[in-house]
């Protein structure tokens, strides 16, 4: 049995990184293994509190929320009452029996927990949802250019540059954010182990990792259960799930789809709403759904379009649909394309381009050609099911790992 500490913005699931945390804190409690739960932003989910050990929460907003801005400020540079709560919680365990995994840190713990944990001795890994490691706005993502950003992090012209999705002043304090990361909270330069959810984030991440650092490979696990594909030749709308955001293409999606003139349906809302509509007054806007309302609503799907113009991780919305058997068409610049055999499983299309989407929707309307993508797509995730039991085994290896070090 080890002493595992999880480490995550939230105690309750918002977004993609704090479902991977918390879904793995129960898995692991399940496994017979002593769990807490470090997080800032209540309430904490019950499932959790049933399941782990302990669950610490600090009782704090997430910066984006905090009514007090100077106040959030600070905190979100350096969380004094995050750290001291990181300090209690390891201050009767085991540095070598104990394992801090740190999920999320940015939106409202800040870099002090990790500092907490380092200074104390006890192995440390981080498993890499985003960029924040390395890039200030989190994304390698210019929102003024609608771009790609390749600068170098912190160097003048990134400085410089107006990318951040508000404003410049926003920018600079995630500039300041990254320095007191880097300088004092020990990441990612101090930290010597650390988990990739692809090959794709792994490329773009680890020239900014120390270079004796050890990258293990563990897939995040996807809530799928086993059925028989979708019969999507039988079916004619083009699914997106996400946030209607301009950095997730569904401007883009919606240009193809007006192309095409086919169904397009839009699973989840944002800033962009009227701009899609504007674009595709046809368009589906579902707003956000439960998980068993989304699975429900992808069986009505011909393909899902992943059409982000970030480079994002992985893309976790491809796997899920190839679990019920729904190929998916993705950005070639983007990580999810790694889910995908590009002509077997899926096809990608040519990054920002919405005329190169529209082609491969019209290719994927051919009812034979959907079906034969359909199959190899849901034979392809069953080879291998990314099942959280099977992620709760690979965590445990890489443990292992880690303590042996």
């Known amino acids: 049995m080890l002493n595992i500490v999880v480490v995550s913005?939230?105690?309750?699931v918002e977004g993609g990184n704090s479902a991977v945390a918390l879904s793995s804190a129960i898995g692991l409690a399940d496994a017979g293994h002593r769990v807490t739960l470090l997080s800032a932003?209540?309430?904490i989910d019950p499932a959790v509190e049933k399941s782990v050990f302990r669950v610490v929460c600090t009782g704090q907003h997430a910066i984006a929320d905090d009514p007090r801005r100077m106040g959030a400020l600070v905190q979100g540079l350096w969380n004094r009452t995050a750290r001291r709560a990181m300090e209690n919680v390891l201050g009767n365990l085991?540095?070598?029996q104990t394992v801090v995994h740190v999920h999320g840190w940015t939106k409202a713990l800040s870099s002090s927990v990790v500092r907490a944990?380092?200074?104390r001795k006890f192995k440390v890994i981080c498993t890499l949802h985003d960029y924040f490691s390395a890039c200030?706005?989190?994304?390698?993502?210019n929102y003024s250019t609608n771009t790609i950003c390749e600068l170098q992090p912190l160097s003048g012209s990134c400085i410089a540059s107006q990318c951040d999705r508000r404003?410049?002043?926003?920018?600079?304090?995630?500039v300041a954010r990254q320095v007191v990361q880097n300088h004092f909270g020990g990441l990612p330069g101090e930290i010597r182990h650390f988990i990739v959810v692809s090959p794709f984030s792994e490329r773009i991440l680890k020239p900014f990792l120390s270079p004796d650092s050890r990258i293990y490979h563990v897939q995040n696990p996807v809530q799928a259960s086993y059925?028989?594909?979708v019969a999507v030749e039988a079916n004619s709308a083009f699914v997106m799930v996400g946030r209607i955001a301009q950095e997730k293409g569904p401007q883009l999606f919606a240009e193809a789809a007006s192309q095409v003139g086919c169904d397009a349906v839009f699973i989840g809302d944002g800033d962009q709403r009227a701009d899609v509509l504007r674009r595709c007054p046809a368009a589906k806007m579902l707003g956000w759904l439960s998980r068993e309302e989304v699975t429900a609503q992808l069986k009505y799907a011909r393909a899902l379009v992943f059409p982000s113009l970030l480079y994002e991780t992985e893309g976790l919305a491809v796997s899920e649909a190839a679990a019920l058997g729904i190929p998916a068409i993705v950005s070639d610049a983007s990580a999810a394309r790694a889910s995908v055999i590009d002509g077997v499983t899926g096809s990608w299309f040519k990054a920002g381009d919405s005329r190169d989407l529209a082609r491969k929707m019209v290719a994927i309307r051919e009812p034979q050609r959907a079906w034969a993508m359909g199959r190899a797509a849901h034979d392809q995730y069953w080879k291998h099911p990314r099942t959280l039991d099977r992620h709760i085994k690979e965590l445990e290896r890489t443990y292992e790992k880690v303590l042996a070090c």
């Open 9 to 12: 913005d939230f105690a309750h």
């Open 41 to 43: 932003v209540p309430p």
């Open 94 to 96: 085991d540095p070598h």
């Open 117 to 119: 944990a380092l200074s």
């Open 136 to 141: 200030p706005n989190g994304s390698f993502f």
């Open 167 to 174: 404003h410049y002043g926003q920018k600079l304090w995630r």
């Open 227 to 229: 059925q028989d594909p």
